[in-house]
């Protein structure tokens, strides 16, 4: 019995092995066609159909869709993007040519069509037209679109009368004339080389006229603030430093073409902003549209995470961050180019027992009433721009302001 049991046994190991090899080259023979399979089929299929970059080309850019506030960005290998303003969230994918234009397809099933209007621009499927954008105009579009939209959602949500006409801008009498001859001289050639980003220095017995010149210019051509900067050195004398707006580190002497390229848009952006001002709405709704354009762009800068633009109107119209002072000229720069009464005011605000706090704000005229309007104050997310409470904040009779005192 065990004679006939042992060969069973071998037999059966023998054919259980024998089993185990047929089905591992069974199973290998499919895997490896199923590795290689996609491999030389795939490579075909994207050499026999490459994208036509001639046809492409008309809508490679970046394209403003103002309708659904939004930027539409085509690259030359056909990979798109959607980015939304709104939203913030943005759509992506692959594009294809199609008989009549583009078709663009995103990794959740989202198809957007596009065709070419024959004016330069683009027109969806709903009709809605695009609009192709400059490098420039795509930064200024990207920098503003959501605090503009924001902004002039407030107005129209929650018109508030108040004056129909306003004071015009009237720039603060010049610095200048109540500098001495020396610092004038100084202040002469500052300015001429300050607009060429030309480096000056000033020996030591020189560098407090020029220190005394250099504020006054930055307060009589706030433009220059951007960028302008007066540094003492170890041994006593005073040098010009330009630097680029935006950055948070100290003043490097950044090269003066990278210097006014940020400017430029900067600039482009205060435009823009100003485009949107809302003509018909009232005075009253003219500043609030330009103050919840600065809130809804600008933290207020606590903890020094600005740097030096936060004093400035840069950090409150582009960088993010903004002191008290920055909030303030940020506000009294756009006002200027909108032509609205506006003036600085630096200060104190006093608290019940005395205590004076170092302080910046705004003051606008309306027929003959003077307003202080302080964004620093009503920016700290106690409220929001639809509710009441800012409306009456935002805009204070100065003779109820007890507890701000002007130097």
């Not at 024998?18 to 591992?24: E, N, Q, T």
């Not at 209007?117 to 695009?130: E, P, Q, Y």
């Not at 705004?362 to 800012?390: H, K, M, Q, Y």
């Amino acid at each position: 019995m065990k004679r006939l049991i042992v060969p069973c046994l071998l037999l059966l190991i023998f054919l259980l092995f024998s089993a185990c090899d047929g089905d591992s080259a069974a199973s290998t023979e499919p895997v490896s066609e199923s590795v290689s399979g996609p491999e030389t089929t795939e490579a075909p299929d994207s050499t026999a159909a490459p994208i036509d970059t001639d046809a492409l080309a008309e809508y490679v850019g970046v394209w403003d869709y103002p309708a659904e506030n939004r930027l539409l960005c085509i690259e030359a290998d056909g990979s798109w993007t959607m980015e939304d303003f709104w939203h913030g969230t943005p759509l992506a994918g692959q594009l294809e040519l199609t008989g009549d234009g583009i078709s663009c397809r995103a990794a959740d099933g989202t198809v957007l069509s596009f065709r070419a209007n024959g004016s330069g621009g683009l027109t969806d499927g709903s009709g809605s037209a695009l609009i192709r954008l400059t490098e420039t105009e795509a930064a200024v579009r990207r920098r503003t679109a959501y605090a503009v939209s924001f902004a002039l959602s407030v107005v129209r949500q929650s018109p508030h009368a108040g004056g129909s006409e306003g004071s015009p801008y009237q720039a603060p009498k010049a610095r200048f004339e109540a500098l001495s001859k020396a610092q004038q001289a100084i202040y002469d050639e500052l300015l001429s080389r300050a607009a060429l980003m030309e480096a000056l220095v000033w020996p030591a017995d020189e560098a407090e006229d020029a220190a005394k010149a250099g504020i006054a210019l930055l307060e009589d051509y706030p433009e220059y603030r951007l960028y302008l900067q007066l540094v003492p050195e170890r041994d006593g004398s005073l040098k010009t430093v330009y630097r680029l707006p935006g950055s948070v580190q100290q003043p490097d002497g950044s090269e003066p073409d990278q210097i006014r390229a940020e400017l430029a848009i900067f600039n482009a952006v205060c435009d823009e902003v100003i485009s949107h001002l809302p003509a018909d709405a009232s005075v009253y709704d003219q500043y609030r549209y330009l103050a919840v354009y600065l809130c809804a762009k600008t933290e207020p800068d606590t903890l020094g995470l600005g740097g030096t633009d936060a004093a400035s109107a840069y950090g409150a119209i582009e960088g993010g961050w903004a002191t008290a002072e920055g909030y303030a000229r940020g506000f009294e720069y756009l006002c200027r180019r909108a032509n609205l009464a506006c003036e600085i005011v630096t200060g104190a605000l006093v608290a019940a027992d005395g205590t004076r706090t170092p302080h910046v704000w705004n003051r606008v005229e309306i027929g003959s009433r003077t307003r202080i309007i302080d964004l620093a104050r009503i920016d700290d997310g106690a409220f929001t721009p639809f509710d009441e409470d800012w409306y009456e904040a935002f805009w204070v009779p100065e003779e109820e302001a007890a507890d701000y005192q002007s130097n």
